[in-house]
């Protein structure tokens, strides 16, 4: 299953590997469709590749991390 979800990282976790850990932690497979990052605030638009309860657990460890996850409306053509 593929989701895609708009991410804003809080400036503390801007020089984080967040989406590294969460990949590896929850076999998510992550595509940056688009990025935009400065010194305060760091948004993304990712594709997330994977089964779907691991999709969910790593939402919700971003989230917990204090991650802002929007899901993203649309299809998306495999």
């Given at each position: 299953m593929k989701r895609r979800?708009?991410?804003t990282f809080p400036p503390n976790l801007i020089k984080e590997p967040?989406?590294?850990?969460m990949a590896k932690q929850f076999k998510v497979m992550p595509n940056i469709?688009?990025?935009r990052v400065t010194e305060t605030v760091g948004e993304m638009i990712l594709e997330?590749?994977?089964a779907d309860d691991?999709?969910?657990k790593g939402i919700h460890?971003?989230?917990?991390k204090g991650v802002d996850v929007e899901l993203v409306e649309g299809d998306i053509i495999e």
């Open positions: 979800v708009k991410l967040v989406i590294f850990t469709r688009r990025a997330l590749d994977g691991d999709i969910e460890w971003l989230k917990e």
